[in-house]
């Protein structure tokens, strides 16, 4: 069974300060690992990652993939209150139907 | 149209009654899927359709759990008999093919009391 582990689960800092969110997986056939962040609902999409080492970059977050490793990190510098939300990590893994199997999300909380 | 829609966004249902929650994808979207997230929970894989192909069920957590897809493009998640353990936000995720990026829904926040 595929399996998606992030840590840390919550994580509390101070505006300005810079964070990495960890993502380790076990799948079978893998495909894919999606970034998404989930501020009140709808989760949306921050970042794809399919190749090992090469980092992905928007603003202030950057990601890169590990495939050796088994494991992804976020990052995200200069934080702000906005930065405050949920992140998920997933794996989309491959076969004959593809599956998205989900994380329990590390819940992030910028203070002013 | 622009994004997944999902209707209702909120609905509170006695213990016992059935409802159905519905999922308008992104026009053109051959993936979709369904999940859960409880309080504190990551999401929950419930049901995955792609195109003409049989859906992958795998998730649904009883067979009081069911959903359809007509046309490859509306999606109704039916849940008979509701139980308290049934409230949830179940969100609704389309994508062009099973390879990019999902576009997920606001999601229907169910209470079951």
């Known amino acids: 069974e595929d399996k998606v582990v992030q840590s840390p689960l919550s994580l509390v800092v101070h505006e300005g300060d810079t964070v990495t969110l960890n993502c380790s997986y076990e799948v079978t056939n893998f495909r894919s690992l999606l970034w998404y962040k989930q501020e009140k609902k709808a989760p949306t999409f921050l970042f794809m990652l399919t190749s090992s080492g090469i980092e992905k970059k928007s603003g202030r977050l950057s990601s890169i993939l590990d495939k050796k490793e088994l494991f992804s990190i976020l990052n995200i510098t200069a934080t702000q209150t906005g930065d405050s939300a949920i992140y998920l990590c997933?794996?989309?893994?491959?076969?004959?139907?593809?599956?998205?199997?989900f994380g329990k999300g590390t819940l992030l909380t910028v203070n002013p | 149209g622009a994004g997944v829609s999902q209707s209702p966004s909120n609905k509170v249902t006695e213990k016992g009654k059935d409802v159905e929650l519905r999922c308008d994808p992104i026009?053109?979207?051959?993936?979709l899927y369904w999940y859960r997230q409880s309080l504190g929970q990551g999401l929950e894989f419930l049901i995955y359709f792609q195109g003409n192909s049989a859906p992958d069920k795998s998730g649904l957590p009883s067979d009081r759990f069911s959903a359809e897809r007509t046309g490859g493009s509306v999606s109704t998640l039916t849940i008979q008999r509701t139980q308290q353990e049934d409230s949830a936000v179940y969100l609704c995720?389309?994508?062009?093919?099973?390879?990019?990026?999902?576009?997920f829904g606001s999601g229907t926040r169910l209470t079951v009391v």
């Open positions: 995720a389309s994508s062009f093919t099973p390879q990019d990026g999902y576009t």
């Open positions: 997933s794996i989309h893994s491959g076969g004959s139907n593809y599956k998205l199997t």
């Open positions: 026009s053109g979207h051959t993936a």
